[in-house]
């Protein structure tokens, strides 16, 4: 093969730029960073020349060449401060108090996307230990490391021009430098409280952002310029060096490599850059193709870690776009997949559902810069009509007009069952007073998923109902066990034991599983079931199913049904977002003004309710009630719940027979029906059990006869249509 000159020429830049990142990183804090610029880019030649003169006058040309640089995320200038302050007034107010509450050193973690959110402050009397853990919770001293609070710094100064929040960065920057030397390059920091890998990759986009709004400021002096250059590019070589498995199927490998290629564009004017930037981008390519599933959502099960891996993503996608980057299309399509499993499982008041580890959060900041990004109506119809406040500082005012042009479309689906992940959710429109369920038929990972299988929540009315309990700590103790655990889940139980047995705070001993999935969705109704195989472990092996019908737009029936030999206990539990419930005769009702939720069983069965907590965000619990259904018998057990709004559906029900196309009654342990009544029509609902009993699936009821196991004969204005959904 002929090689050029040219190429010849080119390889051996390429060998010496990737020598240089590997063979200098060990002493690259030491280093002179002048010697390591781009010498292709003319106005650093000329900074470096004057360097070699005079090393004082050369880093206060380094200075004024990163101020008239080309921000790579703020898009807003002097001449913006007043519309945003009008446009935005709490949000620039919020920013200026934390930014206060910053320079007093005290700290509350109370970002909309912090991991792990705080309600306790906690204030420094001398100089900050970025080492302390003042509640016993190391996750607190990871927040204080990653320093998304100094964004508000740099914010408060970009409005207000008061130095005091420039000398604040200044001053906590340089003691985190001086206090936090880097020990080694390699992956041996999983104990640190400020280099764990997943830090610095965060620390990364955090210090560009908070240095783009302060580089204007007296107090940012060549001087520290270059601290905070050196310390940078220690970053980089830090997340370079090494790329675990554990990094490659975790959201820590994409939040690192996030961090890598923030520095390859803020410090493009590197050698290190280009080399730092494909490494990256192939990275985070092999992660992406790993870690997000085919219908989009993250492998660990926690719609939470799925945004923080979104956000990193979307954050590359601007950058890249911004800076004529070419990113592979795995990437690109990745990032859009993610979108629309915001699209699945947003609930109507546009939060994500507290699947898994995950808090009650807004996601229409992420889908808002998702389909300006992609220039896509559908996403933009889940986000903000026009730019949030964090959207506009990061595009500004003419790409702010260009998102408002963007005119939205709803999915066209309204229903949608995540086939990879196992989770189904089911609404009734796009409305915001619409209703919403979510059903879990699949426990995919362990870690930050939790023991839910099976479980369901229900939205409605603007509220949540039955809910997911939340995740409230990551503390190896008695109430992480109980808050993952299948009891604080809308599920099954069978004698009091879990689906799952958990071992600490990430693993399981024992992970229960499914089988037998099976969905169906239209605009009447939705539907979908699976078996639970946990209880299989049990000396006397237990088969548990759950059939759970969604009659749109408020009507919901749970066909339960648990099949063995000996005698056991069976349980359904209800969790609920407050305490505002009650037993009222033989069900369970909330107490609310209006819009009372009601579960109905329609079996003889056993109810407790207790207190419990509700944790809608990590470091929150609130006081709630958790209801238990349960009965104690031999054999063949089926549980049938129906739970509707009496206050919206003056509804009626009744179980009734059924019979086989001969006319012989059959008992319930082969098929049950249930007809229900409302104002406007009446259902009824056949489901059969798979027994030795059933030779086929033809049934008589009400004098109908039908065929198949689950069926829906629906009656309006005196004319019958049936359904069969299975």
């Not at 546009?350 to 996403?379: C, I, K, M, W």
């Not at 609404?427 to 362990?446: F, G, P, Q, T, V």
């Not at 209800?574 to 609310?592: L, Q, R």
């Not at 249930?674 to 009400?702: G, H, R």
Request: proline share 3%; glycine share 4%; hydrophobic share 35%.
């Amino acid at each position: 093969m002929k090689i050029s000159h040219k190429n010849a020429s080119l390889f051996l830049v390429a060998l010496l730029i990737i020598g240089q990142v590997f063979s200098q990183k060990t002493n690259l804090s030491c280093e002179n960073i002048f010697d390591h610029l781009n010498p292709e880019n003319p106005q650093l030649l000329e900074v470096k020349n004057s360097y070699l003169k005079n090393k004082n006058k050369g880093f206060v040309q380094l200075l004024e060449f990163y101020r008239q640089k080309q921000d790579i995320y703020k898009q807003v200038s002097d001449g913006d401060c007043q519309f945003i302050q009008s446009e935005y007034p709490n949000e620039v107010k919020r920013s200026i108090k934390i930014a206060d509450q910053v320079i007093k050193k005290y700290f509350l973690f109370r970002e909309e996307w912090d991991m792990e959110r705080t309600n306790v402050p906690y204030q420094f009397k001398n100089n900050i230990d970025w080492n302390l853990n003042p509640f016993g919770d190391p996750e607190w001293t990871f927040m204080l490391n990653r320093h998304r609070y100094w964004t508000h710094l740099g914010k408060a100064y970009f409005f207000t021009k008061n130095e005091k929040y420039a000398q604040t960065f200044v001053n906590q920057v340089t003691h985190w430098i001086e206090n936090n030397p880097l020990s080694s390059f390699e992956d041996i920091h999983k104990q640190s409280a400020s280099w764990r890998r997943i830090e610095a990759g965060i620390r990364c986009e955090n210090w560009i952002k908070s240095f783009e709004f302060i580089k204007y400021s007296k107090h940012v002096t060549p001087e520290f310029l270059e601290k905070f250059l050196k310390v940078l590019l220690v970053h980089g070589a830090y997340i370079n060096n090494t790329f675990s498995n554990f990094s490659l199927t975790s959201n820590w490998g994409i939040l690192e490599y996030h961090g890598l290629f923030n520095l390859s564009v803020f410090l493009e004017d590197f050698n290190w850059a280009l080399a730092w930037q494909k490494n990256a981008i192939d990275k985070l390519s092999r992660c992406v193709e790993l870690q997000i599933l085919e219908d989009g959502s993250h492998w660990e099960h926690s719609p939470m870690y799925h945004n923080e891996v979104f956000h990193c993503l979307l954050n590359v996608n601007l950058l890249a776009k911004r800076n004529h980057v070419e990113l592979t299309k795995t990437l690109v399509q990745k990032t859009k997949d993610m979108a629309s499993a915001n699209l699945h499982w947003q609930k109507p008041n546009y939060h994500q559902p507290l699947l898994g580890d995950s808090d009650d959060t807004d996601t229409r900041g992420l889908l808002t810069l998702a389909a300006f990004l992609f220039e896509n109506q559908v996403f933009k119809s889940r986000a903000y009509n026009t730019l949030d406040f964090e959207n506009y500082l990061i595009l500004g005012k003419n790409l702010a007009e260009d998102y408002e042009n963007i005119k939205p479309i709803n999915p066209a689906f309204l229903s949608y069952f995540q086939q990879n992940a196992g989770d189904y959710y089911m609404r009734s429109s796009w409305n915001k007073n619409a209703s919403y369920s979510s059903l879990h038929l699949r426990k995919l990972a362990m870690g930050h998923a939790h023991d839910d299988l099976l479980s369901f929540t229900i939205f409605a009315n603007n509220r949540d109902y039955l809910v997911d309990n939340g995740r409230y700590t990551y503390m190896d103790n008695e109430f992480r066990k109980l808050i993952k655990s299948s009891k604080e889940h809308n599920t099954l139980a069978v004698d009091d034991l879990p689906n799952s047995i958990l071992k600490g705070v990430w693993e399981t001993d024992y992970k229960a599983s499914s089988e037998d999935i099976y969905t169906k969705s239209t605009t009447f109704f939705d539907y979908g079931e699976a078996k639970n195989t946990g209880y299989k472990r049990l000396k006397d092996p237990v088969e548990v199913k759950r059939r759970m019908l969604y009659l749109k737009p408020d009507i919901w029936l749970l066909f339960d049904s648990f099949s063995s030999r000996e005698n056991h206990k069976y349980s359904q539990y209800f969790n609920f977002s407050d305490d505002k419930v009650e037993i009222k005769e033989s069900s369970i009702e909330t107490t609310y003004s209006e819009n009372n939720l009601k579960i109905q069983p329609i079996k003889d069965v056993g109810i407790t309710l207790n207190n419990a907590w509700y944790s809608p965000e990590y470091n929150l619990k609130l006081p709630s009630k958790q209801v238990e259904f349960y009965k104690t018998s031999v054999g063949f057990t089926s549980l049938i719940t129906l739970l509707y709004f009496p206050e919206k559906n003056n509804l009626k029900y009744t179980k009734i027979s059924v019979y086989n196309r001969e006319g012989e009654l059959l008992d319930d342990k082969d098929v049950e029906a249930l007809q229900i009544s409302t104002n406007k029509s009446e259902y009824i609902v056949l489901v059969a059990y798979k027994t030795p009993l059933i030779e086929n699936y033809f049934f008589i009821v009400d004098d109908i006869m039908v065929q198949g196991e689950v069926v829906i004969i629906e009656n309006t204005n005196g004319q019958n249509k049936i359904h069969v959904i299975k």
